[in-house]
């Protein structure tokens, strides 16, 4: 049985070098291509016939969008709406790849830490061009909350900013902690499911339970799977407010 590491390691599928900076494409890029062709053609398949009486289809595709919507709103308030774009493509982007990622053989890249972070430092900057686009110099008042007596400002103002910049560190953990995790106990079991299978029928039968212990971890983590793409896009939600309440 291989390291239950072994499914993280990128893997060049067609080594690239520009100028001495590797460019290439791995199996991560693989499955990033894969997860937007399969939320596109479905997304797309779902809205072709755009029906009174909707099918299926489009049943999950209208309650993608009003769940990614009402999200938007109740977070951010009306002046979010232009933000949704972005949101429904990040909430998509990330669950569609937690659940290829459980495929047989599939490369879960949001199990990367380059991956999340990127998508967190993305968030991150967008609430500063936003704040500063919209409040101009007075978006670093987010830093110094209302009502706050005079004695405290000096302590108050270190805190707010580190909270403000460890922002991306904690987004992009929680995604690739749990992904990882969920996917090495999965590892793990089922590789005491072969073990037992290779050393007789005998310890075949004790093979059982970790199969079915299996089957229920799978069930959890398709569970952790929308979870996580709900926590990290409600968060992206909480910040990207800033940038338009500067105290809420």
């Known amino acids: 049985m291989a390291s239950p590491i ?3 390691v990128v893997i060049p599928l067609a080594p690239l070098e520009i100028a001495g ?8 890029s693989l499955w990033m291509l894969i997860s937007a062709v399969v939320s596109i053609v479905f997304l797309s398949m779902a809205m072709r016939r755009k029906a009174m009486i909707p099918g299926r289809l489009q049943i999950t595709a209208e309650l ?48 990367h830490l380059i991956v999340t972070g990127v998508l ?7 609430v ?40 991306p560190l904690t987004l992009s953990v929680r995604l ?10 999965l590892k793990v079991v089922v590789g005491f499911a072969v073990s037992a299978a290779s050393m007789g029928v005998a310890w075949a039968a004790l093979g059982v339970f970790p199969v079915l212990i299996n ?4 069930m959890f983590e398709l569970l952790v799977a929308v979870i996580q793409a709900y926590v990290f896009a409600i968060l992206s939600c909480v910040y990207l407010k800033d940038s338009v309440d500067l105290h809420h």
């Open 176 to 185: 690739f902690a749990n992904m990882m995790a969920g996917h090495i106990i």
């Open 120 to 126: 967190a430092l993305l968030v991150f900057f967008m």
């Open 215 to 218: 089957v229920g971890l799978i």
């Open 64 to 111: 993608l969008y009003e769940f990614v919507g009402k999200m938007v709103q109740e977070n951010i308030g009306k002046d979010g709406r232009q933000y949704f774009p972005f949101i429904f493509t990040l909430f998509v982007f990330i669950l569609t790849g937690n659940l290829l990622g459980l495929f047989p053989y599939a490369f879960t890249y949001t199990s």
């Open 6 to 8: 072994h499914q993280f």
């Open 21 to 28: 900076i590797d460019v290439s494409f791995t199996n991560s």
């Open 128 to 167: 500063i061009g936003f704040g500063l686009y919209n409040h101009g110099l007075k978006f670093f008042r987010l830093f110094l909350p209302p009502n706050v007596p005079w004695w405290l400002v000096g302590f108050i103002i270190p805190i707010e900013i580190i909270s403000f910049f460890v922002r």
